[in-house]
T-cell receptor, first 117, second 110 residues
């Protein structure tokens, strides 16, 4: 299995809703990432997990709450979002123990397209 | 994070080679040069990476300047399926940050 699977593919939510995005991989990768991509812009890094621990938070607002319950699964919990949070949310995974570490390659999912009304 | 500079867009005819340039004058010794591409309505896809030597794989070739301040992604025979945004990224892996620049939108025509 060489894929990163993201669900749901599309999500529409109101500003008072609580929802979650899910990401799963079975490649044995121990680093997992969340990116946000607005239309016609490059992906922007949000969070990085390494060995199920949060290693990077790119100053993301607390209405986005990541969770890595095990080495195969990454969630992004959403609460009290704003319309400007509408975007494509991309999950990725990579090895972390390949040396030198710059040679690690990310595998991306197809993304979850979020619309906040 | 070290920055990369790429042309906003390029055009190519199908079946012809394409050379996509990238400047990275502030590259550090531990930075690998990675290329990813993003097809319409898909997540980014790994293309190739290298450190100092030129690299070839089934998708493309990567030519790295001797001073490592620039590189070129080479698609040997462009097809319509190669139309995508191509991102040149410097990645040291030490902080696990893979930061995208603005990329080059490649258009392939018949």
């Amino acid at each position: 299995d060489t894929e990163v699977t993201q669900t749901p593919k599309h999500l529409v939510m109101g500003m008072t809703n609580k929802k979650s995005l899910k990401c799963e991989q079975h490649m044995g990768h121990r680093a997992m990432y969340w990116y946000k991509q607005k239309a016609k812009k490059p992906p922007e890094l949000m969070f990085v997990y390494s060995y199920e621990k949060l290693s990077i938070n790119e100053s993301v607002p607390s209405r986005f709450s990541p969770e890595c319950p095990n080495s195969s699964l990454l969630n992004l919990h959403l609460h009290a979002l704003q319309p400007e949070d509408s975007a494509l949310y991309l999950c990725a995974s990579s090895q972390v123990d390949l040396l030198p570490s710059g040679a690690n390659v990310l595998t991306f999912g197809a993304g979850s397209r979020l619309t906040v009304l | 994070d070290a920055k990369t500079t790429q042309p906003n867009s390029m055009e190519s005819n199908e079946e012809e080679p394409v050379h996509l340039p990238c400047n990275h004058s502030t590259i550090s010794g531990t930075d690998y040069i990675h290329w990813y591409r993003q097809l319409p309505s898909q997540g980014p896809e790994y293309v190739i990476h290298g450190l100092t030597s030129n690299v070839n794989n089934r998708m493309a070739s990567l030519a790295i300047a001797e001073d490592r301040k620039s590189s070129t992604l080479i698609l040997h025979r462009a097809t319509l399926r190669d139309a995508a945004v191509y991102y040149c990224i410097l990645f040291s892996g030490t902080a696990s940050k893979l930061t995208f620049g603005t990329g080059t939108r490649l258009q392939v025509t018949l």
